[in-house]
């Protein structure tokens, strides 16, 4: 589905990514980890063509840059880490805004579009706030209706950026949970960066740990989140404690 090869970002002449491969196949949830400033979100940004790169992102087999600007939003879906919050914007007409790359030039949304937007605000719990202006919302409330429009636009391949940083433990679970559904039922490829590494874990097929720019190391769970790689990468002190439900790691107290 996704295939990323040598990728490098510069901005303002400092080296941000440098020389990034990897690949998600279809139907596969991989997660990028790392510290601040690793280079996580420019990644996203590069992959979702809105930032300048060198090397090559392949959509299915074809250049990133060589799918015309509609075709690419039918395929990759983003909800950025900040997205622009138009000013006196609808909740519902914000959703809506998903179908763009199914709406014909000059035409209006159908029915068919609506219905699309309604069902995903109702798979979000966000019916209630259809009417209500965006901006007048809580922020875990706006993350939500942010990961509803990029669900709207049903592209196969999801990039999300700490989607799930300003929810409540049991809004990320409901949201995380209705991301892995549609994935298995819709056969939806994700790529999503997270700070909760535990939660990471859980729900990724493959991790990615990013710090500097780099790739560290990408692998199953269980050999990314090691007290030693956590420490060197993020300094931190941590206990990774492994269960039946993968591992799950704790902060402890500098001796
Ligand atoms: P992450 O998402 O992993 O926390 P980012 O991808 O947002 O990190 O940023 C990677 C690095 O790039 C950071 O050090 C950040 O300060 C730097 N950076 C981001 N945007 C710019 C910019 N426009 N000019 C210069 N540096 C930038
Ligand atoms: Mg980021």
């Known amino acids: 589905m996704l295939t990323v090869k040598g990728v490098e970002v510069s901005l303002d002449g400092a080296p941000i990514l440098r020389g990034i491969d990897l690949t998600v196949a279809a139907g596969e ?19 979702g063509g809105t930032l300048p790169y060198t090397g090559a992102v392949l959509i299915n087999g074809i250049r990133s840059e060589d799918l015309p600007r509609r075709k690419r939003a039918q395929l990759v879906a983003t909800v950025a880490q ?57 922020g875990g409330e706006r993350q939500r209706v942010f990961l509803a429009r990029a669900l709207a636009q049903q592209a196969p391949l999801l990039l999300l950026d700490e989607p ?6 049991g809004h990320q ?17 994700v790529l999503a960066t997270m ?10 097929n493959r991790l990615v740990l990013l710090a500097d720019g780099a790739t560290v190391i990408s692998g199953k769970p269980e050999i990314v989140l090691t ?10 002190h941590v206990r ?4 039946d ?8 107290r500098k001796p």
């Open 29 to 47: 949830w991989v997660t990028v980890i790392g510290p601040n400033g690793a280079g996580k979100s420019t990644l996203l940004k590069a992959i």
């Open 82 to 138: 900040q997205p622009v919050v138009p000013g006196g914007m609808r909740v519902f007409d914000y959703v809506l805004l998903g179908r763009t790359p199914y709406i014909p030039l000059l035409g209006r949304e159908s029915a068919e579009d609506a219905a699309t937007a309604e069902r995903v605000l109702s798979q979000l719990a966000l019916s209630r706030f259809a009417s209500r202006a965006l901006e007048t919302l809580s």
């Open 164 to 169: 799930t940083s300003a929810l409540d433990i």
């Open 173 to 189: 679970q409901e949201v995380l949970e209705l991301v892995d559904e549609l994935r298995q039922t819709h056969a939806l490829t």
């Open 195 to 204: 700070h909760d590494l535990s939660i990471a874990g859980e729900y990724a």
């Open 227 to 236: 007290e030693e790689l956590l420490h060197r990468h993020y300094r931190a």
């Open 240 to 243: 990774v404690i492994r269960g």
């Open 245 to 252: 439900f993968g591992p799950v790691i704790v902060p402890i």
